[in-house]
């Protein structure tokens, strides 16, 4: 069984496996006009997904207030 969000370039599955390298926690999945995203918000931090594939690096990810007031990479 496949199951399939034909905007969601990051599968549920992926989704629920990854975790923010700082604090080990959930990820929330955002996917706006800019792109999509994966947010930690106990951390405020804001992971970017490039070419559905996210990025897990607490050096490349962006500050939630960043993000927040449109800032992008
Ligand atoms: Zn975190």
């Given amino acids: ?3 399939e969000e034909e905007k ?10 990854l975790a923010c390298p700082k604090c080990k926690g959930d990820l929330e999945y955002v996917s706006d006009d800019r792109g999509e ?3 930690c918000r106990p951390c405020a ?3 970017l997904v490039k ?4 990025v897990m690096l607490i050096e490349e990810a962006l500050s939630l207030e960043k993000w927040e007031t449109g ?3």
């Fill in 37 to 39: 995203v994966l947010i």
């Fill in 71 to 73: 800032e992008t990479v």
């Fill in 8 to 17: 969601m370039t990051v599968s549920k599955e992926l989704l629920e496996i």
């Fill in 51 to 54: 070419e559905g594939i996210p």
């Fill in 1 to 3: 069984m496949v199951l």
């Fill in 45 to 47: 931090l804001v992971y």
